[in-house]
């Protein structure tokens, strides 16, 4: 029977649970690096400015318009809801209104998730590409203080040289095909200006509601 001196066994336990480790270990691509930097940047804000952002409008609504709506495309979000041919058939000034909308939309969200938030931890799990490099999956994981945590995964698109969310899929659900086929149908009644209005009557629904 082999027999290793005590100091050359404790090395090759070194080097094989290194080895083991390694994947654990591998560096960041820099796509990979940008959204763990975001999260981690985030959650320090979320952390720190947590009540003002819950008391305060206008610190939310600069929180929304530095820190989200830079990271989300509302203009692929639509195309994805009315289809691209659809999209490319709305006059751009109709377009540059119907993004605004949807921007509101996602003031909307942001202040009604605000309510349920209670130091929660975002943490980067993963990104998957697609082959050509242009479209990929964002995946995160929500750590509550009790309940378990979950992940969640975005879609994003490649615009440029930049990485834009566009859809989020929440316990498998897609949030583009749950309101695919009432923003479909709304359009096809009733065109654009319909679907516009139908934004608007939302953000200004939950905003009404939240005065009363």
Partial sequence: MLKFPPHLFSKLIIVSVTLLCFPLLAKQSPLEHYFDSKLVHLNELLIKNNQSLKNDSESLKS???????????????????????????????????????????????????????????????????SKTGKRGYLT?????????????????????ENWKLYDVFVAGISYVKMKKLEIGRIYSENGADAVLEHLKSKNITSMDRKSK
């Fill in 63 to 129: 929180f929304v318009n530095t820190e989200i709506l830079p990271l989300w495309s509302s203009e692929t979000t639509l195309k994805a809801l009315l289809g691209t041919k659809k999209w490319n058939k709305i006059p751009n000034p109709k377009q540059i209104q119907l993004i605004e909308a949807f921007n509101q939309t996602l003031h909307r969200y942001v202040k009604e998730g605000m309510k349920f938030y209670s130091n929660q931890k975002f943490s980067f799990v993963s990104i998957k590409l």
């Fill in 140 to 160: 995160i994981l929500i750590d509550p203080e009790i309940l378990p945590s979950i992940n969640i995964t975005f879609k994003m698109t490649k615009i440029e």
